[in-house]
Structures are given as C-alpha cells and as structure tokens.
C-alpha cells in the first residue's frame, strides 16, 4: 500500500528531521506535530540542553557524561559509551528528575551519534531551515515542554518561522507523551481537523 500524503509527527532531533522533510517535500506533508524539537536556529538549543542536563545532575556524573560524549563526537565512542552517557542524564530530560521512570531498553550507534550531529550543524552553518521554513503551506503545531532542557524558546522561534504554525506548552519536560499522555495526539486532531 502506498501512501501519497501523511502528517508528520517528530520529536526532539525527530522533530528537526519532520521539519527538513517537510521543506523537501512539502507535497507529501500534510501538516506537523513537533513534540519537543531540537530547533531550526543556530544552534537549536543544543548548547542550553547540554548546560541545563549538567545542572540536573551530580557533578562527577556530568563530568562522565561530558567524557563519554566527547569521545563519540570525536569518532572514538562505542555504543556501549553512548548508552551510558544517555542512562547517566536520563532523569535530566524529565520535569522532576527525580520522579523519572527508567530508562527503556535502546540500542545506539556512536557512528550514526555523530555523523547525524555533524550533518544538523552542516545544516545550521547553512541556514537550511531558517531559509525553507517560512515557505511552508501546511499546518504545524509544536509541543514543548515548560521544563525540557531545551528551552521553550527555541521551538517558539522555529513555530514562528512556519506561516501560520502555532504551539502549546505543556507542564512536562522533553517526552510530552510520557508526562502529559494524549498531548501529542491532541495536537494532531487540531491539525488534521
């Protein structure tokens, strides 16, 4: 079965690919639900993320997480490195990190890590989304957390590239879904009609 048309829902780096494949695309995209988007301006919020996991942890375990990450972006990483990196700022991600459920089972590649970090900022140094986005034509909703490590802000500012795009925060940190269940889904039944 082929579909022709489909909304696109994308969270956080998820979110960012949802918004370059609908300046791709635009025939394909219906509209758009970004939960949580790591967003389209230089840098999209990649460095206040990083700050604010750091603050949301014990300093030795941010100073391991600094380590690990360091080495995948230098290609030196193993799989093994990335997950624990992730497993050490997980509850960072959460509005009480202290509340945060456990991390699920993931498998991850050092290789992919990097080399999709590399081409996001290829993109940023270019300017990709902040030239394409304002061309866009079909709905789009974003949904932030009030208390992500990425600051509203930056997806306010991507919404407010796309004509027409609105948002909504929710009292959640980066996984809407898991913290405010139905929230992603609501706002893809205000979009689709």
């Given at each position: 079965m082929r579909v022709g048309r489909a909304y696109v829902i994308g969270h956080s780096w998820g979110g960012h690919l949802a918004m370059h494949l609908a300046v791709r695309h635009p025939d394909r995209v219906l509209g758009l639900v970004i939960a949580d988007p790591l967003g389209a301006v230089p840098d999209g919020g990649v460095h206040d993320m990083g700050q604010n996991l750091t603050e949301r942890i014990?300093?030795?375990?941010?100073?391991?997480?600094?380590?690990?990450?360091?080495?995948?972006?230098?290609?030196?990483?193993?799989a093994e490195d990335a997950l624990e990196s992730l497993a050490i700022v997980w509850p960072g991600y959460f509005s009480s990190p202290q509340a945060a459920p456990a991390m699920p089972p993931l498998r991850l590649s050092a290789e992919c890590y990097a080399g999709t970090f590399a081409s996001i900022q290829s993109h940023f140094d270019q300017h990709t989304l902040e030239r394409s986005l304002p061309g866009l034509t079909m709905p789009a909703l974003f949904v932030l957390g009030a208390a992500s490590p990425i600051p509203a802000r930056h997806g306010i500012t991507s919404a407010g590239l796309i004509p027409g795009a609105r948002y909504q925060i929710e009292d959640c940190g980066h996984f809407p879904w898991l913290e405010r269940p139905g929230s992603v889904r609501k706002a893809l039944e205000r979009i689709g009609g």
């Open positions: 014990r300093p030795e375990l941010a100073a391991r997480a600094r380590e690990l990450d360091e080495r995948a972006m230098v290609g030196q990483g193993t």
